[in-house]
Nanobody, 128 residues
Framework: QVQLEESGGGLVHAGGSLSLSCVAT????????MAWFRQAPGKEREFVAA????????YYAESVKGRFTISRNNAESTGNLQMSSLKPEDTAVYYC?????????????????????WGQGTQVTVSS
């Protein structure tokens, strides 16, 4: 199994940028599909972005497309979410997630219940 730990959250003004990191320990990080989800107060956890094992393909929620960039470094067992042009509605706890699922089958990369491994989350607050 793999353990995940996020960092990099904080308070930023609207229009600003933040970079979140996810450090993985345990089994080889390259074995896992990786994603970021977020959960705002009173709302369900929602998909933000995902990246394939080799990093060649990325997937984004419509609400963040063009503003967020997901990446990973398997040699360092890290994942990253670069966020720019932040909006107050981006305020949430951001979670790193990983799973051995395969998008070539019925596995849904944008569904919370598909991921077995989660970090503890990092708070992102965007002020208006």
């Amino acid at each position: 199994q793999v353990q995940l730990e996020e960092s990099g959250g904080g308070l930023v003004h609207a229009g600003g940028s933040l970079s979140l990191s996810c450090v993985a320990t345990g089994r080889a990080f390259a074995m896992y599909f990786m994603a970021w989800f977020r959960q705002a107060p009173g709302k369900e956890r929602e998909f933000v972005a995902a990246i394939t094992r080799n990093g060649r393909n990325q997937y984004y929620a419509e609400s963040v497309k063009g503003r967020f960039t997901i990446s990973r470094n398997n040699a360092e067992s890290t994942g990253n979410l670069q966020m720019s042009s932040l909006k107050p509605e981006d305020t949430a706890v951001y979670y790193c997630a990983a799973d051995t699922g395969d998008i070539s089958g019925a596995w849904q990369y944008d569904e919370v219940q598909e991921y077995d491994y989660w970090g503890q989350g990092t708070q992102v607050t965007v002020s208006s």
